[in-house]
């Protein structure tokens, strides 16, 4: 299976900073990479797809980058709904494959 | 407006069996593939299965290949997981998950609200 493994685990951040989380995929997926937010107690919610792809109705401060091995997502400006886990999932392969997750917390 | 509502969740012993469902409203079911995604608690995600929108192609995650089946009735707009010999490691809060419409997109665009199994004695 191939192995997502992002970083960093969890980083604490201020509203109005730039956050970025890396997501590295064992091997080349091309750009099969979504990106998720969860909220404690709620389900996942798709943000990016194509790895860079935004969804419908997700802010633009939220953007997506890379391909290959590599990718980036980046929120321009946190604001307070924004702290949250991240999750990046590649579906290059059938078996779908989840990182562990990113937590962002406030400073 | 896309729902997804899963039910079936609750405690079961070791060894034991479940069945959970996935009603689905809002959207042609019959035209998406659709899967099962877990959450161990205060774990991450873990995808647990997929079925194509005729059924003819079904994939499982190793963790559950040969105890879990995945079913589904385009008639009713109902998604099923039936899980067998569960273990303690099978904790968790299952979602159901739709597969996005645009080709080769195998990323999930809407989830349920899940369900939570607690295998134990």
Redesign the interface.
């Known amino acids: 299976?191939i192995r997502m493994t992002q970083s960093p685990s969890s980083l604490s951040a201020s509203t109005g900073d730039r956050v970025t989380i890396t997501c590295r995929a064992s091997q080349g997926i091309s750009s099969?990479l979504?990106w998720?937010q969860?909220k404690p107690g709620?389900?996942?919610?798709?943000l990016i797809?194509?790895a860079s792809t935004l969804?419908s109705g997700v802010p633009s401060r939220f953007s997506g980058s890379g391909s290959g091995t590599d990718f980036t997502l980046t929120i321009s400006c946190l604001q307070s709904e924004d702290f949250a886990t991240y999750?990046c999932?590649q579906?290059y392969s059938?078996?779908?494959?989840?990182?562990?997750?990113t937590k962002v917390e406030i400073k | 407006e896309v729902q997804l509502v899963e039910s079936g969740g609750g405690l079961v012993q070791p060894g034991g069996s479940l069945r959970l469902s996935c009603a689905a409203s809002g959207f042609t079911f019959s035209s998406y593939s659709m899967?099962w995604v877990r959450q161990a608690p205060g774990k991450?995600?873990?995808?647990v299965s997929?079925i194509s929108s005729s059924s003819s192609t079904i994939?499982y995650?190793?963790s559950v290949k040969g105890r879990f089946t995945i079913s589904r009735d385009n008639a009713k707009n109902s998604l099923y997981l039936q899980m067998n010999s569960l273990r303690a490691e099978d904790t968790a809060v299952y979602?159901c998950a739709r597969d996005?419409s645009?080709p080769?997109?195998?990323?999930?665009?809407y989830?349920?609200?899940?369900t939570l199994v607690t295998v134990s004695s």
């Not at chain 1, 059938?94 to 997750?101: I, K, S």
């Not at chain 2, 991450?44 to 995808?47: A, I, K, N, P, R």
């Not at chain 2, 989830?111 to 899940?114: F, K």
């Open positions: 299976a099969y979504a998720y969860q709620k389900a996942p919610k798709l797809y194509a969804q999750y999932q579906y059938y078996l779908r494959t989840f990182g562990q997750g | 899967n991450g995600l873990e995808w997929y994939y995650a190793d979602y996005s645009i080769a997109g195998y990323f999930f665009d989830w349920g609200q899940g």
